[in-house]
């Protein structure tokens, strides 16, 4: 069996800990916030020890044991409070900083059976809800069988992440705390899956069944007439509403978050801490050590750098843009706080991705050539675009995943992204395009100008100054470039439609979550790969629709596969993972330009145990579980 080290490692210190004090788990002393103190006085709340699992999370503060207390002053852009939600959720997995390591969070171990299909999951004994009520592998079982595989609440399905030709997934409990995922197939990318903390949350992987199934027409007879009196047209729309985290004001609803909500008004929402949170830190002191998170609901990016640069929040990074890096160094002094600079985890920002579908069939001969795609690789000057789009702090990288996966050797790293328009015109040369217009452009085999759209979704707005450096390095190989901004539906309708010449995106899932969800890496999704749009219709349909790829690419998409079914570090999942992205590094069907560019992170001085050095920023880890916000301190 493959268990996980953390939970040998945390066994080994518990079993030292007790041999030098005698001290068993149970016995350890713990303590709570002080805000906390008259609620357990009054008999409202249990004792600290009574509201711990019987083994909680021992997390190691960054820098020093810190004190409970204080609010912290945070900012949201957006209503459904994506950024507060992140800030505040709990999973039973987590990733490290750099989306690679897996951590247990609210589980306590977890280990694949010998060929990979099955995941066992072992829970905190004691686990509980913010109300006070036992989470057990019931809630986990709930959201399966009731809402996922509920064909009145999920019509099409669990999705397709759980559906398989071979069989069904069968969720087994063995008691409260244990629960067994088998596959009919090996799988281990379930877990890839789950250490983003996102799906390894509620509502994601289980929910309150004790809270929810009141709106549930299986469990209670008045759903509907419940429903009804709240205002929703069925009991299904009742439950997706009390089930979904969108209702970030429902405060009977119960949570296993860090702070739960407590107040709202138009433009703030209180939350408080959690007072079953599963873990401490080492001296016993239960975590968060924060009291409360004051949300503010912030309109505009401008204000919100004003906010950010004037000393008003205690922690930002998800709203910051690197164009005002010298705005928030700025202000400093005056704001009593720093800038820290993090990598965005994506290997590229602007990521050119030529379509090899495309309907033109004189683009399609060239997009479909490597040496024009390493034309137009080796014309772009990255060295230009990171100094005046990132103040140098970003890396010219190609289109290659995270240089820290073991499958990515160094020199892969560097290969076709060096700025050299002689190779390129060299390249272009080569394939025939030698005729050139009274403009310098060069012509087409049909007589027409070579001119290429490059097309950006307006959600990627701001890759418009990238690509426009683009256009310009491109005029000394000869090719015209025209930017488009488009809505992102109609980007999204184009690319399905197979009606992008170039389109553009950036690089992320480039980490070990990646192999879960890999986007534009892999064929599994059309609405999400971009240089080969109906290759991957024609293989996710079984052949059905889209066009057919050549073998290699076939051959391509079978060793995905097979790569996705190996344990995650093992000889072969390097082996088969240097083989499948040895592709990218030598074909480039995309091309990256600059990745890890700077992201800002505001910090007040009055906030304590943030970690400073070797930062990464990212979705693939949930933005804010490496930072461990739960042993964060104020102190002025």
Same mark, same amino acid.
């Given at each position: 069996?493959?268990?996980?080290?953390?939970?040998?490692?945390?066994?080994?210190?518990?079993?030292?800990?007790?041999?030098?004090?005698?001290?068993?788990?149970?016995?350890?002393?713990?303590?709570?916030?002080?805000?906390?103190?008259?609620?357990?006085?009054?008999?409202?709340?249990?004792?600290?020890?009574?509201?711990?699992?019987?083994?909680?999370?021992?997390?190691?503060?960054?820098?020093?044991?810190?004190?409970?207390?204080?609010?912290?002053?945070?900012?949201?852009?957006?209503?459904?409070?994506?950024?507060?939600?992140?800030?505040?959720?709990?999973?039973?997995?987590?990733?490290?900083?750099?989306?690679?390591?897996?951590?247990?969070?609210?589980?306590?171990?977890?280990?694949?059976?010998?060929?990979?299909?099955?995941?066992?999951?072992?829970?905190?004994?004691?686990?509980?809800?913010?109300?006070?009520?036992?989470?057990?592998?019931?809630?986990?079982?709930?959201?399966?069988?009731?809402?996922?595989?509920?064909?009145?609440?999920?019509?099409?399905?669990?999705?397709?992440?759980?559906?398989?030709?071979?069989?069904?997934?069968?969720?087994?409990?063995?008691?409260?705390?244990?629960?067994?995922?088998?596959?009919?197939?090996?799988?281990?990318?379930?877990?890839?899956?789950?250490?983003?903390?996102?799906?390894?949350?509620?509502?994601?992987?289980?929910?309150?069944?004790?809270?929810?199934?009141?709106?549930?027409?299986?469990?209670?007879?008045?759903?509907?007439?419940?429903?009804?009196?709240?205002?929703?047209?069925?009991?299904?729309?009742?439950?997706?509403?009390?089930?979904?985290?969108? @209702?970030? !004001?429902?405060?009977?609803?119960?949570?296993?978050?860090?702070? +739960? %909500?407590? /107040?709202? =008004? $138009?433009?703030?929402?209180?939350?408080?801490?959690?007072?079953?949170?599963?873990?401490?830190?080492?001296?016993?002191?239960?975590?968060?050590?924060?009291?409360?998170?004051?949300?503010?609901?912030?309109?505009?990016?401008?204000?919100?750098?004003?906010?950010?640069?004037?000393?008003?929040?205690?922690?930002?990074?998800?709203?910051?843009?690197?164009?005002?890096?010298?705005?928030?160094?700025?202000?400093?002094?005056?704001?009593?706080?720093?800038?820290?600079?993090?990598?965005?985890?994506?290997?590229?920002?602007?990521?050119?991705?030529?379509?090899?579908?495309?309907?033109?069939?004189?683009?399609?001969?060239?997009?479909?050539?490597?040496?024009?795609?390493?034309?137009?690789?080796?014309?772009?000057?990255?060295?230009?675009?990171?100094?005046?789009?990132?103040?140098?702090?970003? @890396?010219? !990288?190609?289109?290659?995943?995270?240089?820290?996966?073991?499958? +990515? %050797?160094? /020199?892969? =790293? $560097?290969?076709?992204?060096?700025?050299?328009?002689?190779?390129?015109?060299?390249?272009?040369?080569?394939?025939?395009?030698?005729?050139?217009?009274?403009?310098?452009?060069?012509?087409?085999?049909?007589?027409?100008?070579?001119?290429?759209?490059?097309?950006?979704?307006?959600?990627?707005?701001?890759?418009?100054?990238?690509?426009?450096?683009?256009?310009?390095?491109?005029?000394?190989?000869?090719?015209?470039?025209?930017?488009?901004?488009?809505?992102?539906?109609?980007?999204?309708?184009?690319?399905?439609?197979?009606?992008?010449?170039?389109?553009?995106?950036?690089?992320?899932?480039?980490?070990?979550?990646?192999?879960?969800?890999?986007?534009?890496?892999?064929?599994?999704?059309?609405?999400?790969?971009?240089?080969?749009?109906?290759?991957?219709?024609?293989?996710?349909?079984?052949?059905?629709?889209?066009?057919?790829?050549?073998?290699?690419?076939?051959?391509?998409?079978?060793?995905?596969?097979?790569?996705?079914?190996?344990?995650?570090?093992?000889?072969?999942?390097?082996?088969?993972?240097?083989?499948?992205?040895?592709?990218?590094?030598?074909?480039?069907?995309?091309?990256?330009?600059?990745?890890?560019?700077?992201?800002?992170?505001?910090?007040?001085?009055?906030?304590?145990?943030?970690?400073?050095?070797?930062?990464?920023?990212?979705?693939?880890?949930?933005?804010?579980?490496?930072?461990?916000?739960?042993?964060?301190?104020?102190?002025?």
């Amino acid at each position: 069996m493959l268990r996980s080290r953390f939970s040998l490692v945390f066994a080994l210190m518990l079993l030292l800990l007790v041999a030098l004090s005698g001290v068993s788990a149970q016995d350890m002393q713990y303590t709570q916030s002080p805000m906390l103190d008259s609620l357990v006085e009054s008999g409202e709340l249990p004792p600290v020890a009574e509201r711990l699992p019987l083994e909680p999370l021992v997390v190691e503060p960054v820098s020093e044991i810190g004190v409970h207390g204080g609010t912290m002053r945070f900012a949201e852009a957006n209503a459904s409070m994506w950024s507060a939600s992140t800030l505040r959720q709990a999973g039973l997995f987590q990733y490290d900083m750099n989306n690679v390591e897996i951590t247990v969070d609210m589980a306590k171990d977890f280990y694949f059976n010998d060929d990979l299909s099955a995941l066992t999951i072992v829970l905190r004994e004691g686990l509980k809800w913010s109300d006070g009520a036992p989470l057990t592998t019931e809630d986990i079982l709930f959201w399966w069988e009731d809402v996922a595989n509920n064909e009145e609440l999920s019509p099409n399905g669990p999705g397709s992440f759980w559906t398989f030709e071979e069989g069904p997934v069968v969720f087994e409990a063995a008691g409260p705390y244990e629960l067994t995922i088998q596959f009919p197939k090996p799988y281990p990318i379930i877990l890839d899956r789950l250490g983003r903390t996102y799906f390894s949350s509620d509502p994601q992987l289980f929910a309150p069944k004790h809270y929810l199934q009141q709106w549930h027409a299986d469990y209670s007879d008045e759903a509907a007439s419940l429903a009804e009196e709240e205002g929703f047209e069925d009991w299904t729309q009742a439950f997706r509403a009390h089930l979904s985290p969108a @209702r970030w !004001y429902e405060p009977d609803r119960p949570w296993v978050w860090r702070w +739960i %909500p407590v /107040e709202e =008004t $138009t433009d703030r929402t209180i939350y408080r801490r959690n007072p079953y949170y599963h873990a401490v830190d080492p001296e016993g002191n239960q975590l968060p050590y924060i009291d409360e998170v004051s949300v503010s609901l912030i309109s505009d990016q401008q204000t919100m750098t004003l906010r950010a640069s004037s000393g008003d929040l205690d922690f930002e990074a998800y709203y910051l843009n690197a164009a005002d890096l010298a705005v928030y160094r700025g202000g400093e002094e005056a704001g009593n706080y720093k800038t820290l600079i993090a990598g965005q985890l994506r290997p590229s920002d602007l990521t050119l991705m030529p379509n090899r579908n495309v309907q033109d069939p004189v683009l399609n001969e060239l997009f479909n050539s490597r040496d024009f795609r390493i034309a137009l690789s080796v014309g772009i000057d990255r060295d230009r675009m990171n100094e005046a789009l990132y103040f140098g702090l970003g @890396r010219p !990288y190609p289109g290659l995943p995270l240089p820290e996966n073991p499958y +990515i %050797p160094e /020199e892969w =790293t $560097t290969l076709h992204i060096e700025h050299d328009p002689d190779q390129a015109n060299a390249l272009l040369d080569g394939l025939g395009l030698t005729e050139r217009d009274a403009d310098g452009f060069r012509l087409r085999s049909d007589g027409e100008r070579l001119s290429v759209l490059i097309q950006i979704g307006v959600l990627e707005g701001n890759k418009q100054a990238a690509c426009e450096l683009v256009a310009d390095d491109y005029v000394a190989i000869g090719i015209e470039v025209v930017c488009q901004l488009l809505e992102n539906s109609l980007f999204n309708e184009r690319n399905l439609a197979n009606e992008l010449e170039i389109a553009t995106w950036h690089l992320d899932r480039g980490g070990r979550f990646g192999r879960s969800n890999p986007l534009f890496w892999a064929f599994e999704d059309p609405t999400q790969q971009r240089w080969a749009p109906m290759w991957a219709t024609w293989i996710s349909t079984d052949g059905s629709e889209g066009i057919e790829p050549p073998q290699e690419i076939k051959d391509l998409n079978d060793l995905f596969v097979q790569w996705q079914g190996t344990e995650f570090g093992s000889d072969e999942y390097v082996q088969l993972g240097q083989q499948y992205f040895e592709y990218f590094a030598n074909e480039v069907p995309m091309i990256g330009t600059v990745g890890f560019w700077p992201q800002p992170v505001v910090v007040s001085n009055r906030l304590h145990n943030v970690p400073t050095e070797n930062l990464y920023w990212g979705s693939d880890s949930n933005f804010y579980p490496p930072y461990h916000p739960e042993q964060w301190y104020i102190q002025e």
